[in-house]
């Protein structure tokens, strides 16, 4: 997601979108645990100016799964 900084108003903006299951996955890529998204995820955030910054407040609630450590067999 791109946001130019003029569409961010005093009273902050606020975006939601799909984050897919490509796209989360490649977030934890090397996670050692080998943890792997199930499906795309819905994904919120605020954005609000602080000077020459911006601040940027996010959440989303990915399924994952990841391979049981204490089985012997997959």
């Known amino acids: 997601m791109r946001v130019k900084i003029d569409e961010i108003k005093d009273s ?10 490509e796209q989360l ?11 792997r998204a199930l499906e795309s995820a819905a994904t919120e955030a605020k954005l609000k100016k602080m000077d020459r910054r911006v601040l940027v407040k996010a959440k989303t609630r990915p399924k994952l799964e990841c391979p049981c450590s204490r089985c012997l067999t997959p």
Not at 25 to 35: K, N, S, T, V
Request: zero cysteines; hydrophobic letters at 40%.
């Open 25 to 35: 996955d490649l977030m934890i890529e090397g996670e050692p645990a080998g943890y």
């Open 12 to 21: 902050g903006l606020a975006r939601s979108w799909e984050l897919s299951r």
